[in-house]
């Protein structure tokens, strides 16, 4: 059998990954009282951004112990089962580094990695994708080298409130953020091969949702309209739903196509309350 390993950056609920048959590992949450909980284990993502807002100081997030990992690789060892890990962005984690590691120490040969060079629901896409290959019959290998031809076309674009939590958080430069931090600015970005920057910005919630729809449809790298996309927001549905409506209603994608979901602890964290965003494959 091919198990399928992520973490919980892709913002998948523990239960799904469940009736999904993933192995889901939590990334860790710690809080300025030095509270650590498991992302998507320990809190909804409700009551996280609940206590999010009462935070004084910006809560730090880390990699997946290392036992979390040998323990799959090894009950997969003793199963005779392969594997195929699909991992946060190497350059936005260590967790891809050390699912390797864990591989290791468990003397585990029969996994594939994949660093997806992208987080939450840009993940999502590629893991729709190794479900899809895993039910047609294909082996670890075959789904790997899939996404790895598949991964430079995953693009998702960004509309943060605040850009001071990335900042603080490592995740974007001084530049990008002062940029984008005017006031009444609201920044839209985009992590695109493993890169978050600036994309572009405008005055307001509108004229973002403008800013980042153009994005969409831009000639170069344009949105593959043949492909899945996703939705997500952070604290408040309703952000996601002018970007679900503009590409059902304007762009006559398919309502069932377009999945809308809540970003967790790991990934909210650094963008905050009042985010919302899109996930979606560029032209090949």
Do not use: W
Request: glycine content about 8%; hydrophobic content about 45%; overall charge negative.
């Amino acid at each position: 059998m091919v198990r399928i390993i992520t973490d919980s950056s892709c913002n998948i609920a523990p239960q799904q990954a469940k009736d999904l048959n993933i192995d889901l590992i939590p990334l860790n949450v710690t809080f300025e009282d030095d509270t650590v909980i498991l992302d998507g284990v320990d809190m909804t993502n409700k009551e996280f951004f609940q206590a999010l807002a009462q935070c004084k100081h910006l809560p730090k997030t880390s990699q997946p112990s290392p036992e979390a990992f040998i323990r799959v690789f090894e009950d997969a060892k003793s199963k005779g089962d392969e594997v195929v890990a699909i991992l946060i962005g190497s350059n936005l984690s260590g967790t891809f580094q050390c699912a390797k590691m864990a591989a290791e120490t468990a003397e585990f040969e029969d996994a594939q990695f994949v660093d997806t060079l992208t987080a939450s629901i840009g993940m999502r896409l590629l893991l729709d994708r190794a479900l899809e290959l895993r039910a047609a019959g294909q082996n670890a290998a075959q789904i790997a080298q899939a996404l790895e031809e598949l991964k430079d076309r995953v693009r998702v674009l960004l509309i943060a409130n605040d850009l001071k939590n990335l900042h603080k958080g490592g995740r974007l430069s001084a530049a990008a953020t002062i940029a984008g931090g005017a006031l009444g600015i609201k920044p839209v970005l985009q992590l695109y091969k493993g890169k978050l920057g600036l994309a572009g910005k405008a005055r307001g919630m509108p004229g973002a949702l403008v800013a980042m729809f153009k994005l969409m449809e831009a000639d170069e790298d344009g949105m593959d309209f043949s492909m899945p996309t996703y939705v997500a927001y952070s604290d408040q549905h309703a952000t996601a739903e002018p970007i679900r409506r503009y590409l059902t209603q304007n762009l006559k994608l398919d309502p069932e196509k377009v999945p809308v979901c809540g970003i967790g602890a790991a990934i909210g964290t650094h963008v905050g309350a009042g985010a919302c965003g899109i996930a979606f494959f560029v032209k090949d």
